[in-house]
T-cell receptor, first 116, second 112 residues
């Protein structure tokens, strides 16, 4: 199993450009998450999904959109990139339910995005 | 919503000493408290978690304690080793949660 994968690993954008980050998981997980990690600010939730076809806003959703058309994929879009969106983006997934085995979030390797 | 505060932001210890990282949370509905470790350039990975019906949990050299009345929980690492050097994140959320809230992280440096 590949676990959680992210595409691309690195990207440089100019202000105003758009792009889509792809997250894929092969663990049949219900829940998927997009975080951004900035120095001194920890992991902040952008958007998340509790199942195929559903999405919800997290702490810092402005400037981002998401889609979960297939259970295994969660896409993060930047319509008009800004320098403030320079960050490392992590995707994560976890199983559904309240059992202990379902609580762990499995993270992808991250995407380093620079907006000039 | 939930607010998680974590301190210290950086911590240096001599190899073999103990390290303690503390977190507080605000939402009394939270009852699931995981800790993640992130090595330099790597992804965060779960190292231990605790639920509110348990006051302490141990796994070899790491332990987590929870004081639900005071709304704080702590990570204890004993006999630290250089490979323990990493950033540690605490988090809080309700069991069966849709999402958890992370602290800002603690950068632990173990000096050989």
């Amino acid at each position: 199993n590949a676990g959680v994968t992210q595409t691309p690993k690195f990207r440089v954008l100019k202000t105003g450009q758009s792009m889509t980050l792809l997250c894929a998981q092969d663990m049949n997980h219900e829940y998927m998450y997009w975080y951004r990690q900035d120095p001194g600010m920890g992991l902040r939730l952008i958007h998340y999904s509790v199942g195929e076809g559903t999405t919800a806003k997290g702490e810092v959703p402005d400037g981002y959109n998401v889609s979960r058309l297939k259970k295994q994929n969660f896409l993060l879009g930047l319509e008009s990139a800004a320098p403030s969106q320079t960050s490392v983006y992590f995707c994560a997934s976890r199983g559904g339910g309240v059992a202990s085995s379902y609580n762990e979030q499995f993270f992808g390797p991250g995407t380093r995005l620079t907006v000039l | 919503g939930e607010n998680v505060e974590q301190h210290p932001s950086t911590l240096s210890v001599q190899e073999g000493d103990s390290a303690v990282i503390k977190c507080t949370y605000s939402d009394s509905a939270s009852n699931y408290f995981p800790w993640y470790k992130q090595e330099l350039g790597k992804r965060p990975q779960l190292i231990i978690d605790i639920r509110s019906n348990v006051g302490e949990k141990k796994d070899q050299r790491i332990a987590v304690t929870l004081n639900k009345t005071a709304k704080h929980f702590s990570l204890h690492i004993t006999e630290t080793q250089p490979e323990d050097s990493a950033v540690y994140f605490c988090a809080a959320g309700p069991a069966g949660y849709q999402k958890v809230t992370f602290g800002i992280g603690t950068k632990l440096q173990v000096i050989p």
